[in-house]
């Protein structure tokens, strides 16, 4: 398969600021045609993968309130093998992952995040490993716009360098969609290093450290956006077996199944961490 390399500028934003852009890593027609893919689940009565309800959902029962109700859905990535083979199982998206984590590694997570002109609900700020809890620090993730996201309808926002200050603990508030990093921590990190807005183009992928602190605010413009998003990981970073989702190899052994539907991962497969070794005790160590 091809190979990928980061540019100067892609490496450095990585290294400094936690994350890179992909300019066409996907063509813009394989981003619309897996747009209608998305659109078409939302319409259903009732998705086939796990969908969290959007806050502001309008709760009408017409096909555009229907496409609103959900701020998230999950799982979908290994079911429909046009987004399989054009985005998580291509050879774009593997060739970058590789670079990162080798020549075996699989999907760890899978999600696609909506955003509805207008009613679209923010996804307050968080860091990925501080909601995984897991304690891995090391997989890739990505995340791909299949409309234009924008400042005005509720592009990422990053804080830049947050990756290197660890993990903060994370709060569910009264009013949280899910946990969240503490408010007064953020005002003080924003305060300190700032905020970048990443804008993309149908297409454009974003990756970043899964210990960078991130956000996306509502939409209140007239224009929705969908975006697609996963996880890399390897047997060697993936601790728990307990995880509650299979995961499907991406890449074995430096080669790209084209079989559909991937192969999961069999979880024998995946070793938990050997114990520390016992100290060796003698006088000089007992002080």
Same mark, same amino acid.
């Given at each position: 398969?091809?190979?990928?390399?980061?540019?100067?500028?892609?490496?450095?934003?990585?290294?400094?600021?936690?994350?890179?852009?992909?300019?066409?890593?996907?063509?813009?027609?394989?981003?619309?045609?897996?747009?209608?893919?998305?659109?078409? &689940?939302?319409?259903?009565? +009732?998705? /086939?993968?796990?969908?969290?309800?959007?806050?502001? *959902? #309008?709760?009408?029962?017409?096909? !555009?309130?229907?496409?609103?109700?959900?701020?998230?859905?999950?799982?979908?990535?290994?079911?429909?093998?046009?987004?399989?083979?054009?985005?998580?199982?291509?050879?774009?998206?593997?060739?970058?992952?590789?670079?990162?984590?080798?020549?075996?590694?699989?999907?760890?997570?899978?999600?696609?995040?909506?955003?509805?002109?207008?009613?679209?609900?923010?996804?307050?700020?968080?860091?990925?490993?501080? &909601?995984?809890?897991?304690? +891995?620090? /090391?997989?890739?993730?990505?995340?791909?716009?299949? *409309? #234009?996201?924008?400042?005005?309808? !509720?592009?990422?926002?990053?804080?830049?360098?947050?990756?290197?200050?660890?993990?903060?603990?994370?709060?569910?508030?009264?009013d949280s969609i899910h946990s969240e990093l503490?408010?007064?921590?953020?005002?003080?990190?924003?305060?300190?290093?700032?905020?970048?807005?990443?804008?993309?183009?149908?297409?454009?992928?974003?990756?970043?450290?899964?210990?960078?602190?991130?956000?996306?605010?509502?939409?209140?413009?007239?224009?929705?956006?969908?975006?697609?998003?996963?996880?890399?990981?390897?047997?060697?970073?993936?601790?728990?077996?307990?995880?509650?989702?299979?995961?499907?190899?991406?890449?074995?052994?430096?080669?790209?199944?084209?079989?559909?539907?991937?192969?999961?991962?069999?979880?024998?497969?995946?070793?938990?961490?050997?114990?520390?070794?016992?100290?060796?005790?003698?006088?000089?160590?007992?002080?």
């Amino acid at each position: 398969m091809n190979s990928w390399e980061p540019s100067p500028e892609q490496w450095a934003g990585w290294e400094t600021k936690g994350y890179f852009v992909i300019r066409n890593a996907i063509p813009r027609d394989s981003a619309i045609e897996m747009r209608g893919v998305i659109k078409d &689940l939302l319409l259903q009565p +009732e998705p /086939e993968v796990k969908a969290d309800d959007d806050p502001m *959902d #309008p709760m009408g029962d017409t096909p !555009g309130a229907r496409a609103a109700r959900f701020r998230k859905l999950s799982g979908f990535g290994p079911r429909h093998p046009l987004i399989w083979h054009h985005f998580y199982g291509s050879q774009a998206m593997t060739s970058v992952a590789r670079y990162f984590l080798g020549d075996s590694f699989f999907l760890k997570f899978n999600s696609c995040f909506v955003k509805p002109a207008r009613t679209g609900s923010a996804t307050p700020w968080h860091q990925d490993n501080g &909601l995984w809890r897991d304690g +891995e620090t /090391e997989p890739f993730n990505f995340w791909m716009a299949l *409309d #234009p996201a924008t400042t005005q309808n !509720g592009c990422l926002q990053f804080i830049p360098g947050s990756h290197k200050l660890g993990i903060f603990p994370h709060l569910l508030y009264d009013d949280s969609i899910h946990s969240e990093l503490p408010r007064e921590e953020v005002r003080q990190l924003i305060a300190d290093r700032g905020v970048e807005h990443c804008e993309l183009d149908s297409g454009d992928v974003v990756c970043w450290h899964s210990s960078i602190c991130h956000y996306s605010p509502p939409n209140p413009s007239p224009r929705g956006r969908i975006a697609i998003a996963g996880v890399y990981s390897t047997p060697q970073i993936t601790r728990r077996r307990n995880y509650p989702r299979p995961f499907y190899w991406v890449l074995r052994n430096g080669e790209l199944p084209n079989a559909f539907p991937p192969e999961q991962v069999d979880i024998s497969e995946i070793s938990e961490p050997e114990p520390f070794p016992a100290a060796e005790v003698t006088p000089a160590s007992l002080g």
